[in-house]
């Protein structure tokens, strides 16, 4: 019998808790953040019952490669050892930690983060105390130049830059203990093999999932954050909130080592029923908590799974109130894919189809600014260029959304932003995947589309959106203008 999305993840969120305890929380597999296709992919023999005797042989057969892949992070580790002589862990003693991600939109703003905004720096200029923004490390060979990016920021406070690997002695170190997890997994899955089959398949299944990068990536976060929060000393520490296991990682083990720290998880971006990481998390947290949301849906949204950590509505930066609402006259659909290559191909393919079919609209492609163009991407968009009715945007968010009548997204923010203008909101996706929809809340302020067919039905129609004054009080509800004063 194959199992759906929540049932899965269920099912994994049983095996760590019940099986496995919390030093599996250094692998993501354990945990799915939100159930979109990108996410589902590992747990491909899953979802399809592969047979365990398979999945084990597979395994088996694999197991070259992960010592291949282990003898390389070592050497890596080697090579990339410089990168640790720019940081100096000593002369921090900021009291406010931010956990942050070096994507290319964040590293290139000077002015702000992209996640915290200026949160950071208030603490300064209100004179309290100072802040550091740690960010990962999200490219191979591009260190030194993004550490230059990062000191261009606001001098006031500290922003360092995680190196990609470890330390030669911890990544040994790393190879022994993500070998004694998997091989434990190993034999747990034995050991229940008659009595629970779905359980020890996923046992099965996690094994590969030792030997890939985010695994490793985790470690590293966790070895890295414990460099700064080993003393004793009362400092907050600020994540992001968006269901990822290492989100529950480095907060329990930031209390664990120093009982004087304070937590705040930051629910940035819009939440949605497929985000069982977010629920998960929330069944393990207390007071000791706090949870920062963009706004007052969201708040009593995550009350509602759990009322045991503290709740501030922090507001969000998305928030734009100056600008105009009013919407240009004009024939164009703007399409927002998130930023993985998968859910880009994916719309790239679906403006190929619509550029025929829907000759008298412009098609606006506005590729999400962490989305890293590679070459079939460059190659799909090549093609895209030779048909006059598609564009790829280079405009602001704001001018997009004005200028577009029809607006088609899936789990992006875009799909609540544009509840501040005339656009009207499609959501586009196959019908398991109706809980990724931001607009999920109120089924009026957006049409549905499953397929080409019902979309191209959809836009030949005399579609109206709901009145712009009910989207507006949505909106303020979802989304609301930053607070410091909330916290500091």
Same mark, same amino acid.
């Given at each position: 019998?194959?199992?759906?999305?929540?049932?899965?993840?269920?099912?994994?969120?049983?095996?760590?808790?019940?099986?496995?305890?919390?030093?599996?929380?250094?692998?993501?597999?354990?945990?799915?953040?939100?159930?979109?296709?990108?996410?589902?992919?590992?747990?491909? &023999?899953?979802?399809?019952?592969?047979?365990?005797?398979?999945?084990?042989?597979?395994?088996?057969?694999?197991?070259?490669?992960?010592?291949?892949?282990?003898? $390389?992070?070592? &050497?890596?580790?080697?090579?990339?050892?410089?990168?640790?002589?720019?940081?100096?862990?000593?002369?921090?003693?900021?009291?406010?930690?931010?956990?942050?991600?070096?994507?290319?939109?964040?590293?290139?703003?000077?002015?702000?983060?992209?996640?915290?905004?200026?949160?950071?720096?208030?603490?300064?200029?209100?004179?309290?105390?100072?802040?550091?923004?740690?960010?990962?490390?999200?490219?191979?060979?591009?260190?030194?130049?993004?550490?230059?990016?990062?000191?261009?920021?606001?001098?006031?406070?500290?922003?360092?830059?995680?190196?990609?690997?470890?330390?030669?002695?911890?990544?040994?170190?790393?190879?022994?203990?993500?070998?004694?997890?998997?091989?434990?997994?190993?034999?747990?899955?034995?050991? $229940?093999?008659?009595?629970?089959?779905?359980?020890?398949?996923?046992?099965?299944?996690?094994?590969?999932?030792?030997?890939?990068?985010?695994?490793?990536?985790?470690?590293?976060?966790?070895?890295?954050?414990?460099?700064?929060?080993?003393?004793?000393?009362?400092?907050?520490?600020?994540?992001?909130?968006?269901?990822?296991?290492?989100?529950?990682?480095?907060?329990?083990?930031?209390?664990?080592?120093?009982?004087?720290?304070?937590?705040?998880?930051?629910?940035?971006?819009?939440?949605?029923?497929?985000?069982?990481?977010? $629920?998960?998390?929330?069944?393990?947290?207390?007071?000791?908590?706090?949870?920062?949301?963009?706004?007052?849906?969201?708040?009593?949204?995550?009350?509602?799974?759990?009322?045991?950590?503290?709740?501030?509505?922090?507001?969000?930066?998305?928030?734009? $109130?100056?600008?105009?609402?009013?919407?240009?006259?004009?024939?164009?659909?703007?399409?927002?894919?998130?930023?993985?290559?998968?859910?880009?191909?994916?719309?790239?393919?679906?403006?190929?189809?619509?550029?025929?079919?829907?000759?008298?609209?412009?098609?606006?492609?506005?590729?999400?600014?962490?989305?890293?163009?590679?070459?079939?991407?460059?190659?799909?968009?090549?093609?895209?260029?030779?048909?006059?009715?598609?564009?790829?945007?280079?405009?602001?968010?704001?001018?997009?959304?004005?200028?577009?009548?029809?607006?088609?997204?899936?789990?992006?923010?875009?799909?609540?932003?544009?509840?501040?203008?005339?656009?009207?909101?499609?959501?586009?996706?196959?019908?398991?995947?109706?809980?990724?929809?931001?607009?999920? &809340?109120?089924?009026?302020?957006?049409?549905?589309?499953?397929?080409?067919?019902?979309?191209?039905?959809?836009?030949?129609?005399?579609?109206?959106?709901?009145?712009?004054?009910?989207?507006?009080?949505?909106?303020?509800?979802?989304?609301?203008?930053?607070?410091?004063?909330?916290?500091?």
């Amino acid at each position: 019998m194959k199992l759906n999305f929540r049932e899965i993840s269920e099912n994994l969120e049983n095996t760590l808790n019940e099986n496995l305890g919390s030093s599996y929380l250094i692998n993501p597999f354990f945990r799915i953040s939100k159930a979109t296709p990108e996410q589902m992919k590992p747990y491909f &023999m899953i979802t399809h019952n592969f047979p365990r005797p398979l999945i084990l042989m597979i395994n088996l057969i694999l197991t070259p490669w992960y010592a291949l892949k282990l003898i $390389i992070g070592l &050497m890596l580790s080697i090579i990339f050892q410089n990168q640790y002589k720019s940081l100096d862990w000593n002369r921090h003693q900021q009291k406010n930690l931010f956990l942050s991600h070096g994507t290319a939109g964040n590293l290139l703003d000077e002015k702000k983060d992209r996640f915290f905004d200026l949160l950071p720096e208030k603490f300064i200029t209100l004179g309290q105390a100072s802040s550091m923004v740690v960010y990962t490390n999200q490219n191979n060979f591009r260190y030194k130049r993004d550490l230059k990016l990062l000191r261009q920021k606001n001098p006031n406070t500290d922003h360092v830059l995680l190196p990609k690997f470890l330390k030669f002695g911890e990544n040994l170190y790393f190879i022994l203990y993500i070998s004694y997890l998997a091989f434990k997994c190993l034999c747990t899955g034995i050991s $229940i093999y008659l009595s629970d089959s779905t359980r020890s398949r996923i046992l099965f299944a996690s094994i590969p999932s030792f030997f890939r990068r985010n695994t490793y990536t985790n470690y590293l976060l966790r070895e890295r954050m414990r460099d700064l929060y080993q003393s004793n000393s009362k400092f907050a520490f600020f994540l992001t909130f968006e269901g990822h296991i290492y989100e529950q990682m480095l907060s329990d083990d930031a209390i664990k080592r120093n009982a004087h720290v304070s937590i705040y998880l930051y629910q940035h971006s819009p939440l949605v029923p497929y985000h069982f990481g977010v $629920i998960n998390h929330l069944n393990h947290l207390d007071n000791k908590i706090c949870i920062l949301t963009t706004g007052i849906f969201y708040q009593k949204y995550l009350q509602s799974i759990s009322s045991r950590p503290r709740y501030i509505v922090f507001g969000s930066n998305k928030v734009n $109130i100056s600008q105009s609402r009013s919407n240009v006259e004009s024939n164009s659909i703007l399409y927002v894919p998130e930023g993985t290559f998968k859910a880009t191909f994916q719309i790239l393919k679906l403006i190929h189809k619509l550029t025929d079919s829907l000759k008298d609209y412009t098609h606006v492609l506005r590729l999400h600014p962490d989305f890293k163009i590679n070459i079939f991407a460059k190659i799909l968009l090549r093609v895209l260029n030779k048909h006059s009715n598609f564009r790829l945007s280079s405009s602001n968010l704001s001018t997009d959304l004005k200028t577009s009548k029809f607006l088609l997204y899936r789990s992006s923010a875009v799909g609540i932003e544009a509840l501040n203008y005339k656009t009207i909101p499609i959501f586009y996706a196959n019908s398991k995947f109706n809980d990724l929809n931001v607009l999920f &809340m109120d089924d009026t302020l957006y049409y549905q589309a499953r397929d080409v067919v019902e979309l191209i039905s959809l836009i030949n129609s005399q579609l109206s959106g709901t009145s712009l004054p009910k989207r507006e009080n949505k909106l303020k509800e979802l989304l609301t203008s930053l607070k410091y004063e909330s916290i500091i």
